[in-house]
Every structure is written in C-alpha cells, then in structure tokens.
C-alpha cells in the first residue's frame, strides 16, 4: 500500500508562485504525476514524471508555468506552480503508478492518490 500525502497548498493572488510537496514512505520506482480538478469539472492531468525523474511531460495549459521533480532520497515528489492563473484554482492530487516506471499521463494508469491539496488563485 502506498500512502501519498499533499501539502504546499494555498491562496495567492494571479502571477504568483507556489510549490506543491507529495511524500510517501516509498515510491522510487513509480512513475508519478500531478493532476487537478476544479469544480464542476473533471479531474484533468497536469503533469507526470519518470521514475528516474529524467522523463517530464506537462498539459499544454501549464507548460512553461510549472515544472515536477523528485527526490527519491526523500521520497518527495514536487510542483513548482509560477505565474498562476485564476484558471489554475482547483484541488491538486498527486498520484503513482505502481506498475509503471515510464511517465504515465493517463488518469487510469495511476493506482494510488493523495487526499488532495486546494489550491486558489485571486485575480
């Protein structure tokens, strides 16, 4: 079982900067991701990584914004979030692929989520 913990979250106003943190006890070799979902919405991929960390990919609507990373030493896995948007604003999970080291960008391809951490943007 893998217990995945979200924290970072928060309000800032429009252009400003956050960093979201996911820590497990164990996920070095999973690939990982970050995904979002406002209200009324579905929950839509943000960005994803390799097991390794050397492999990213991110959704158009982020790209250049946001950047993940890992620590594997730590078992932390990141999102530094600049230049937010009000379109931005929803809660943010964190999820492993267990069965994957390559980066997974499909929600069906994960198998453990964080609880979820709000994320809000004031313009």
């Known amino acids: 079982q893998v217990q995945l913990v979200e924290s970072g979250g928060g309000l800032v106003q429009a252009g400003g900067s956050l960093r979201l943190s996911c820590a497990s006890r164990?996920?070095?070799?999973?690939?990982m991701g970050w995904f979002r979902q406002a209200p009324g919405k579905e929950r839509e991929f943000v960005a994803a990584?390799?097991?390794?960390?050397?492999?990213?990919d991110y959704a158009d609507s982020v790209k250049g914004r946001f950047t993940i990373s890992r620590d594997n030493t730590k078992n932390t896995m990141y999102l530094q979030m600049n230049s937010l948007k009000s379109e931005d604003t929803a809660v943010y999970y964190c999820?492993?692929?267990?069965?994957?080291?390559?980066?997974?960008?499909?929600?069906?391809?994960?198998?453990?989520w964080g609880q979820g951490t709000q994320v809000t943007v004031s313009s």
């Open positions: 999820a492993a692929a267990s069965r994957f080291r390559r980066l997974r960008i499909l929600t069906e391809d994960y198998d453990y």
């Open positions: 164990t996920f070095t070799n999973y690939a």
């Open positions: 990584i390799s097991w390794s960390g050397g492999s990213t």
